[in-house]
């Protein structure tokens, strides 16, 4: 926890941009019946049955101090589709960069080792020397800014039935315009000290 506390009170570096990663899913459903459309004193009408076309997989990253966000839609969430999208990150949004700060929940797929499972061992250590990365504990997803962003794209964005990949991608989008174009940036204030007072139980005790 300390580490990715120290890691957001980093002043804003252009050479070393902090960015968070995190991933969602959506669940796809198609109305069994068109619904009905709105008229005037009466709400588009949907049937509460549905039909399930699957999942869909939601990667987004953030620059929080700069206000950006990078997503992408895919129908699963491998390795593979893991390093494809931090490849992006290195060498279509931060070219410039000399290593991105990356601050990420502990998973599986979140490993530099994923690089190896997409790409030529030169071109994995490549990108693996391109990330500093900074895992999340456990319970402590919190940490990661990236959640925020998902939870506020959930509620925005894919409140809605959505039928396939493509419906969620052109929504996904055009959430991701709105929010960078109003340069909305997060403004953590949550500090180490501020964790070591109010979760002091999570300290040992030294008496």
Excluded at 10 to 30: H, I, N, S, T
Aim: aromatic share 10%; with cysteine.
């Amino acid at each position: 926890m300390e580490d990715v506390l120290e890691v957001y009170q980093r002043p804003y570096d252009a050479r070393f941009p902090q960015v968070c990663l995190d991933e969602g899913c959506k669940q796809l459903l198609a109305d069994k019946r068109e619904p009905l459309p709105m008229q005037p004193g009466q709400p588009e009408c949907s049937d509460y049955e549905y039909e399930r076309e699957g999942v869909c997989s939601i990667f987004l990253a953030c620059e929080p101090l700069a206000g950006r966000r990078f997503l992408r839609v895919s129908p699963r969430r491998t390795k593979v589709d893991w390093a494809h999208f931090v490849k992006d990150l290195i060498d279509v949004e931060y070219p410039q960069a000399e290593k991105i700060v990356l601050v990420m929940h502990n998973l599986n797929t979140h490993t530099p080792s994923s690089f190896y499972e997409a790409f030529a061992p030169e071109e994995a250590r490549r990108l693996a020397q391109k990330v500093e990365i900074h895992y999340t504990p456990a319970h402590g997803s919190w940490l990661n800014m990236a959640e925020i962003e998902l939870s506020v794209l959930a509620r925005q964005g894919l409140a809605e039935r959505m039928k396939s990949v493509e419906v969620v991608q052109h929504q996904v989008q055009a959430w991701q315009r709105q929010r960078d174009q109003a340069q909305i940036t997060i403004n953590w204030r949550f500090t180490t000290s501020d964790a070591r007072i109010k979760l002091k139980r999570l300290y040992p005790s030294f008496t």
